[in-house]
């Protein structure tokens, strides 16, 4: 199943939150979607889930647009995880995953699903759970379980907005391997470089609705990258034991910029409105943002 | 509907996570918590023992009165008139089952079961649990529309008054709600709290204006619901808009259940999230407005019924609507029984029993959501 994002754009209230991006995510892998806040990394994902229709461009599966699938076709092709998601609804784990099969099932809610819930929840490690009540869950579990009903749309593109998040260390190590042996075309929002580094096949970089680097995270997540993108200073290393490239930020290389023109310190003249000589090609996301998040997990 | 606008949706005191994998859950004391486990009865036999139990409730409550019937002599009555070749009932007897209780029963049942049924498809597409024609207003709205035609004297008209009613002051909630924020539970109840006490004052004013009899009464029985009125005509309204409706609304059991974690995931799931909103939010004023033009604005059956039957079905629509129309009828019916019968002869609107049961649930489900995503 071929996924391409062919020069997709679209205006939410009034401005490109999205602008022009062009990207192949490679089949059966694991993409990682980085940017800072308000990127518009959830934008493309729904544009690509078909929950939005672009202004401009096409998402293309197999090379028909996605937007024109009748919307149960497009629901059996592409399952979407938000990024935080509950229901008052008093569900048990099986009740929700078994929404998943809602795109397979006939008006009177017949669907004979071959078991499919079964191995969903198999799948994302969750059939332990199955009869929980999902208020119970832990936020690790939820994320599961939330993957299995995805899983149970027999999806071929599997679309995650933030997964890691809230999760700890643990949870977001074996959440993202799960996500990458699963074999299927993934695309997962990350705000963790270091994540995205260790787990993604390829990653794609978003600033102010453009995609501004796309491909394998050691080619991509350089230093000036980052600087361009995030507005910190990091060292890029190798990992001791896998090889691929760990980002160590730093905090007190930058000049003392933003942080400090709120306070007395005396900023330098060239500090606050242009932080890096390259702020042309993200004009929307330095101005108004303080980039604090010298740790690689910008707090919401 | 914005994932940033509830961002506090996980527990405040977030427990430590923990790998959820297979290993390590089974080794977890809360991986086989007797609480949090639950299977589901099979949806047949609940459906049967309601309807077995609506049945008795309907010769029960029709025996229930001053005249001193007994069930057999109702059921005679009503096999008598159904062609069935029964003993012959006393004709008082008779005509008391036939022309004054039985309609007023089988319109209670009807109206009850449309009610509860519009509150749980409303609680379901909004979610919000407080969602009830009743308290976002339409129900009023519906009492509006109907008074409105009752002065130019067209009664035919009366329920599609109502559902013009009723269609306006949903739009009005939910245009109110969301001027200047997000739409959130408790926003949605005050602005149909607003609109609810502007349409209850639009009626009353219409008929202090134009009645001549008893204005009281009929205001009481437009604000707070009456079935003293019943007749057959009713029953044929409220029976044939509860038929109806309530079986469209069954077929879009799945629909609902999409809903559950919200619009981008039901339209992740291949649903038309507006669509399917606005044609159900219609479909909800129509089953309202044909309620209150027999029975006036009846309040929180369409609060409690869904709730108390939920623990009983599970979630799933296909199994909640049908169980929460049927408890809705046997509910209304019981109400309006207590409510013709316990000062006897004088009579209460039935919307009083129903408040006097309702608005504990209410405040039950404020205190459950306490700490919760409310704003």
């Given at each position: 199943?071929?996924?391409?994002?062919?020069?997709?754009?679209?205006?939410?209230?009034?401005?490109?939150?999205?602008?022009?991006?062009?990207?192949?995510?490679?089949?059966?892998?694991?993409?990682?979607?980085?940017?800072?806040?308000?990127?518009?990394?959830?934008?493309?994902?729904?544009?690509?889930?078909?929950?939005?229709?672009?202004?401009?461009?096409?998402?293309?599966?197999?090379?028909?647009?996605?937007?024109?699938?009748?919307?149960?076709?497009?629901a059996?092709?592409?399952?979407?995880?938000?990024?935080?998601?509950?229901?008052?609804?008093?569900?048990?784990v099986?009740?929700?995953?078994?929404?998943?099969?809602?795109?397979?099932?006939?008006?009177?809610?017949?669907?004979?699903?071959?078991?499919?819930?079964?191995?969903?929840?198999?799948?994302?490690?969750?059939?332990?759970?199955?009869?929980?009540?999902?208020?119970?869950?832990?936020?690790?579990?939820?994320?599961?379980?939330?993957?299995?009903?995805?899983?149970?749309?027999?999806?071929?593109?599997?679309?995650?907005?933030?997964?890691?998040?809230?999760?700890?260390?643990?949870?977001?190590?074996?959440?993202?391997?799960?996500?990458?042996?699963?074999?299927?075309?993934?695309?997962?929002?990350?705000?963790?470089?270091?994540?995205?580094?260790?787990?993604?096949?390829?990653?794609?970089?978003?600033?102010?609705?453009h995609?501004?680097?796309?491909?394998?995270?050691?080619?991509?997540?350089?230093?000036a990258?980052?600087?361009?993108?995030?507005?910190?200073?990091?060292?890029?290393?190798t990992?001791?034991?896998?090889?691929?490239?760990?980002?160590?930020?730093?905090?007190?290389?930058?000049?003392?910029?933003?942080?400090?023109?709120?306070t007395?310190?005396?900023?330098?003249?060239?500090?606050?409105?242009?932080?890096?000589?390259?702020?042309?090609?993200?004009?929307?996301?330095?101005?108004?943002?303080?980039?604090?998040?010298?740790?690689?997990?910008?707090?919401? | 509907?914005?994932?940033?606008?509830?961002?506090?949706?996980?527990?405040?005191?977030?427990?430590?996570?923990?790998?959820?994998?297979?290993?390590?859950?089974?080794?977890?004391?809360?991986?086989?918590?007797?609480?949090?486990?639950?299977?589901?009865?099979?949806?047949?036999?609940?459906?049967?023992?309601?309807?077995?139990?609506?049945?008795?409730?309907?010769l029960?409550?029709?025996?229930?009165?001053?005249?001193?019937?007994?069930?057999?002599?109702?059921?005679?009555?009503?096999?008598?008139?159904?062609g069935?070749?029964?003993?012959?009932?006393?004709?008082?007897?008779?005509?008391?089952?036939?022309?004054?209780?039985?309609?007023?029963?089988?319109?209670?049942?009807?109206?009850?079961?449309?009610?509860?049924?519009?509150?749980?498809?409303?609680?379901?597409?909004?979610?919000?649990?407080?969602?009830?024609?009743?308290?976002?207003?339409?129900?009023?709205?519906?009492?509006?529309?109907?008074?409105?035609?009752?002065?130019?004297?067209?009664?035919?008209?009366?329920?599609?008054?109502?559902?013009?009613?009723?269609?306006?002051?949903l739009?009005?909630?939910?245009?109110l709600?969301?001027?200047?924020?997000?739409?959130?539970?408790?926003?949605?109840?005050?602005?149909?709290?607003?609109v609810?006490?502007?349409?209850?004052?639009?009626?009353?004013?219409v008929?202090?204006?134009?009645?001549t009899?008893?204005?009281?009464?009929?205001?009481?029985?437009?604000?707070?619901?009456?079935?003293?009125?019943?007749?057959?005509?009713?029953?044929?309204?409220?029976?044939?808009?509860?038929?109806?409706?309530?079986?469209?609304?069954?077929g879009?059991?799945?629909?609902?259940?999409?809903?559950?974690?919200?619009?981008?995931?039901?339209?992740a799931?291949?649903?038309?999230?507006?669509?399917?909103?606005?044609?159900?939010?219609?479909?909800?004023?129509?089953?309202?407005?044909?309620?209150?033009?027999?029975?006036?604005?009846?309040?929180?059956?369409?609060?409690?019924?869904?709730?108390?039957?939920?623990?009983?079905?599970?979630?799933?629509?296909r199994?909640?609507?049908?169980?929460?129309?049927?408890?809705?009828?046997?509910f209304?019916?019981?109400?309006?029984?207590?409510?013709?019968?316990?000062?006897?002869?004088?009579?209460?609107?039935?919307?009083?029993?129903?408040?006097?049961?309702?608005?504990?649930?209410?405040?039950?489900?404020?205190?459950?959501?306490?700490?919760?995503?409310?704003?």
């Open positions: 199943m071929e996924l391409s994002i062919a020069g997709v754009g679209t205006r939410l209230g009034g401005r490109w939150a999205v602008d022009g991006v062009d990207a192949t995510p490679p089949s059966g892998h694991l993409t990682g979607l980085l940017g800072p806040n308000g990127a518009g990394k959830t934008t493309l994902l729904r544009l690509v889930a078909g929950l939005l229709v672009p202004d401009a461009g096409a998402v293309l599966v197999d090379d028909s647009p996605v937007h024109s699938l009748g919307r149960r076709a497009r059996r092709q592409i399952a979407l995880v938000e990024q935080e998601s509950s229901s008052t609804v008093p569900l048990s099986r009740e929700v995953v078994t929404l998943g099969r809602i795109p397979y099932r006939t008006l009177w809610g017949l669907d004979d699903d071959g078991g499919a819930v079964d191995r969903a929840l198999e799948a994302a490690q969750a059939l332990e759970l199955a009869d929980r009540s999902w208020a119970t869950l832990s936020g690790g579990e939820r994320q599961r379980v939330h993957i299995a009903r995805a899983l149970a749309q027999e999806p071929s593109i599997l679309l995650l907005d933030e997964p890691t998040n809230h999760l700890d260390v643990s949870a977001q190590l074996s959440l993202l391997a799960f996500v990458r042996d699963l074999a299927i075309t993934s695309v997962a929002a990350l705000h963790d470089l270091n994540l995205a580094a260790a787990f993604c096949e390829h990653v794609l970089v978003l600033s102010g609705g995609l501004v680097a796309a491909g394998h995270p050691a080619d991509v997540l350089t230093p990258l980052i600087r361009d993108v995030y507005r910190v200073e990091a060292d890029v290393l990992h001791p034991r896998s090889g691929r490239p760990v980002i160590a930020f730093h905090e007190e290389a930058r000049p003392a910029t933003t942080l400090a023109s709120d007395a310190a005396p900023a330098p003249a060239s500090g606050t409105a242009t932080p890096t000589p390259t702020s042309d090609r993200t004009p929307r996301s330095t101005a108004t943002r303080a980039p604090i998040a010298a740790s690689n997990q910008e707090g919401r | 509907m914005s994932t940033a606008s509830r961002p506090s949706i996980q527990p405040a005191s977030p427990p430590v996570e923990r790998d959820a994998r297979v290993g390590r859950v089974g080794r977890d004391v809360r991986a086989t918590p007797p609480a949090g486990t639950r299977r589901r009865t099979r949806l047949a036999p609940l459906v049967a023992i309601g309807v077995v139990a609506l049945v008795v409730t309907v029960v409550a029709v025996a229930i009165g001053p005249a001193g019937l007994g069930v057999d002599e109702v059921a005679r009555s009503i096999g008598g008139h159904l069935l070749d029964v003993a012959p009932v006393p004709r008082l007897h008779d005509a008391i089952v036939w022309d004054l209780r039985l309609p007023r029963v089988l319109t209670a049942a009807a109206v009850g079961a449309g009610l509860a049924l519009s509150g749980a498809v409303m609680q379901s597409l909004t979610r919000n649990p407080l969602a009830d024609p009743y308290l976002l207003g339409l129900s009023s709205g519906a009492s509006l529309g109907a008074v409105a035609v009752l002065i130019v004297g067209v009664s035919l008209l009366l329920p599609v008054a109502a559902f013009a009613g009723a269609l306006v002051a739009v009005a909630t939910f245009a709600a969301r001027t200047g924020g997000a739409l959130t539970p408790s926003r949605t109840v005050l602005a149909g709290l607003a609810s006490q502007l349409c209850a004052a639009g009626t009353s004013l008929i202090f204006w134009t009645a009899g008893d204005s009281y009464r009929e205001i009481l029985s437009w604000l707070l619901g009456s079935l003293a009125g019943s007749t057959w005509e009713s029953v044929a309204i409220a029976g044939v808009a509860v038929t109806i409706v309530g079986g469209v609304l069954l879009q059991a799945v629909r609902l259940d999409a809903f559950a974690f919200g619009d981008t995931a039901a339209g799931l291949g649903i038309d999230v507006d669509r399917t909103r606005w044609t159900l939010m219609t479909l909800v004023a129509l089953l309202t407005g044909a309620m209150v033009a027999v029975s006036g604005a009846i309040g929180f059956v369409g609060l409690v019924l869904p709730h108390a039957v939920v623990s009983l079905t599970g979630p799933a629509h199994r909640l609507l049908p169980l929460t129309a049927l408890a809705g009828a046997i209304l019916v019981w109400a309006d029984t207590l409510a013709r019968t316990v000062f006897d002869p004088r009579e209460l609107p039935v919307g009083i029993v129903t408040a006097l049961i309702g608005v504990p649930v209410f405040a039950v489900l404020l205190r459950r959501r306490q700490g919760a995503a409310w704003s």
